[in-house]
């Protein structure tokens, strides 16, 4: 066979080589979550029966702007003043007050872990960041003793109510996920490796160095 045709065969078995290792990175990238709750979190209210499915269900409707001013949690969602209000009987708390849930969501040994943590009344827009802890706030069972620290990258949402049980819940709308790094700012998705679904800007080719990628294709 003569050696042009048996180069020009080998350069394309190699492209097409590095094309699959990128179509292989975007099959692991993690395309659902934040952008879909359907899969890539785990939902740790385990007394909340269903809530994995409930929450998937979930349309995205309000935009949330979040962050961290001091001992505060900023929740701006455009929704704060439009869902309506829920009904029944938390414990000794009329829930008649609150329209949504404040949700946190936490990396647990490379897992993200989502809970609610905090009811919002009508209008309300900030949490005290000294709530963000478990048990009793936060329902992380991986992270029971969890007080939020100094450098932690907390996924924040607002969302209608599902704390305790479904049967309080007001409406089946979700605000965004926004990423706020405590003691620093707001933390883009893609820094940490989150794209939304055929958006990743994968490049097998990057994981090559120039000389080596041009060794391969010019013998």
């Known amino acids: 066979m003569n050696r042009q045709i048996i180069h020009t065969f080998s350069r394309k078995i190699l492209l097409c080589c590095i094309a699959f290792i990128g179509f292989l990175n975007v099959g692991n990238s993690h395309a659902a979550f934040p952008f879909d709750l359907d899969s890539g979190v785990v ?10 499915s409930f929450m998937a269900s979930m349309e995205e409707t309000a935009t949330l702007e979040a962050g961290i001013s001091g001992g505060t949690v900023i929740l701006r969602s455009d929704r704060t003043n439009i869902w309506p209000r829920s009904s029944g009987q938390n ?29 919002l009344r009508v209008g309300s827009t900030t949490r005290d960041l000294s709530a963000l802890r478990g048990p009793g706030h936060l329902r992380f069972a991986p992270l029971g003793n969890y007080v939020a620290r100094t450098g932690d990258v907390v996924g924040f949402m607002v969302a209608g109510i599902t704390r305790n049980r479904l049967s309080f819940n007001n409406i089946r709308e979700r605000s965004n996920i926004v990423f706020v790094r405590i003691g620093g700012g707001v933390v883009d998705p893609s820094e940490l490796g989150f794209f939304p679904e055929g958006e990743e800007p994968v490049d097998a080719s990057n994981n090559l160095s120039p000389g080596v990628l041009n060794l391969l294709l010019d013998n």
């Not at 939902?43 to 994995?52: D, H, K, M, Q, S």
């Open 43 to 52: 939902f740790t209210e385990i007394n909340v029966p269903g809530l994995a």
């Open 91 to 119: 414990g000794a708390g009329d829930l008649s007050c609150c329209n949504a849930n404040a949700w946190a969501f936490i990396q647990v040994d490379g897992v993200w872990h989502g809970a609610t943590w905090e009811f």
